[in-house]
């Protein structure tokens, strides 16, 4: 089972970037879907983007569309988030997960009820 590991968060002043990283060890992570989900203090835990396997989709929250660009680097067995013109609405823990395809599922789905979750990273954004 791969192990995930985020990085890339911190401070950052609104209207700014970052880019969230998620490297996998254990095992490759090429033949999984992938994606980020975040969670607000007293929130719920929410979908934020994903990238499905074998068709390589990308799937965006409404909130992300635009802003936020998910990726992977195969070679490196890394996922990457990429995220603009932040707000404070976006401040949160950011998390990636993997998991492999579910018949029937979309990769949101096979993500939240099978999928190998990091730590999460925290990512504050300052008005």
């Known amino acids: 089972q791969a192990q995930l590991v985020e990085s890339g968060g911190g401070l950052v002043q609104a209207g700014g970037s970052l880019r969230l990283s998620c490297v996998a060890s254990g095992r490759t992570i090429r033949s999984y879907g992938v994606g980020w989900f975040r969670q607000a203090p007293g929130k719920e835990r929410e979908f934020v983007a994903a990238?499905?396997?074998?068709?390589?989709?990308?799937y965006y929250a409404e909130f992300a569309k635009g802003r936020f660009t998910i990726s992977r680097d195969n070679a490196k067995n890394t996922v990457y988030l990429q995220m603009t013109s932040l707000n404070p609405e976006d401040t949160a823990t950011y998390y990636c997960a993997a998991a492999p395809p579910l018949r029937g599922a979309s990769v949101e789905r096979s993500l939240s009820d099978t999928g190998t979750w990091g730590q999460g990273t925290q990512v504050t954004v300052s008005s």
């Open positions: 990238n499905s396997w074998p068709d390589g989709k990308n």
